[in-house]
């Protein structure tokens, strides 16, 4: 549970950076195109003058809350199916199950792409988060469900069902808390992964609106920049997708310890 507030308390105070931004993150100063890292631009300025640092604080609030979205969504999802595997008759866990397999042998990431391109404008926060959601939330549901079924063969399960407890009272009061640390794991790699779709798909042009500040975004305006020298706007946005991806590994891994 400490883990759990911690990492929450980081993801929340990610959330809070834009306030602590310097200039306006879509801010153009034509007298400062271009800037090295300096005492009035931190992380230096892009092609528009634009204020590398604040557009960065904006950038990861962004591309955090897309990936808190998918994960929490997915993870809905994942436990409603897990549960409906759970408790439903034979055939009805054949039929679940047969589904899930059939949807985990899907290109995903062809389809992510696929789905992103009809959006003319390009997407928000919410709708690239549940889009992202769709299509990650069957791996969750397929370990959960696994670890759910596992946990129900248990002695004190069956001890519950002969003094008359009810499915839900099993589910929420039982296996889910014996489950915790393996949805904790789950929901912080999916994060993850949920970020780094959103860079991928921001990166070519097919994910958050065309120049709303992201990481993927950032990426994307900063691709041009690799052989002109102006090695900030390549290294600040890829050491940040790098360092978020890695904690929210590194906190699935500690949890799973």
Same mark, same amino acid.
């Not at 391109?117 to 696994?146: E, H, I, T, Y």
């Not at 296996?175 to 992964?193: D, E, G, Q």
């Not at 120049?211 to 600040?236: K, R």
């Given at each position: $549970?400490?883990?759990?507030?911690? =990492? ?14 310097? +200039? ?52 809905? $999802?994942?436990?409603?199916?897990? *549960? ?18 059939? *949807? ?24 690239? /988060? ?9 791996? $969750?549901?397929? =370990? ?6 596992? &946990? ?11 003094? /008359?407890?009810?499915?839900?009272? &099993?589910? *929420? ?11 904790? =794991? ?5 994060? !993850? ?5 959103? !860079?991928?798909?921001?990166?070519? /042009?097919?994910?958050?609106?065309? /120049?709303? !500040?992201?990481?993927?975004? $950032? ?7 690799? +052989? ?16 978020? =991806? *890695? ?11």
């Amino acid at each position: $549970m400490v883990k759990l507030v911690l =990492v929450l308390g980081g993801l929340l105070a990610v959330l809070c950076l834009p306030f602590f931004a310097p +200039f306006a993150p879509n801010e153009v100063h034509l007298e400062a195109l271009k800037l090295p890292p300096n005492a009035t631009h931190w992380l230096g300025t892009d092609f528009l003058g634009r204020d590398e640092f604040s557009r960065l604080l904006v950038g990861l609030r962004n591309s955090v809350f897309v990936g808190l979205v998918s994960g929490i969504l997915a993870l809905l $999802m994942s436990l409603a199916f897990a *549960f409906g595997v759970l408790f439903a008759p034979k055939w009805g866990r054949l039929g679940l199950l047969g589904f899930l397999d059939g *949807f985990l042998a899907l290109p995903n990431l062809l389809l992510i792409l696929l789905f992103s391109a009809f959006s003319q404008r390009g997407l928000g926060l919410l709708g690239l /988060g549940g889009l992202l959601s769709l299509f990650l939330w069957p791996q $969750m549901a397929k =370990v959960l469900a696994d670890s759910f079924r596992e &946990i129900a063969t248990r002695e004190f399960v069956a001890n519950e069902k002969a003094l /008359g407890a009810s499915k839900l009272e &099993i589910a *929420f009061l039982e296996i889910l808390p014996l489950a915790k640390n393996s949805v904790f =794991v789950l929901l912080a790699n999916t994060c !993850a992964h949920a970020i780094s779709a959103e !860079a991928l798909l921001s990166f070519f /042009g097919l994910g958050l609106k065309v /120049g709303e !500040a992201s990481l993927g975004n $950032m990426l994307n305006e900063a691709s041009q920049a690799i +052989f002109t020298g102006v090695w900030w706007l390549v290294l600040v946005p890829g050491l940040a997708v790098f360092v978020v =991806v *890695f904690t929210l590994a590194w906190a699935g891994e500690r949890a799973r310890a």
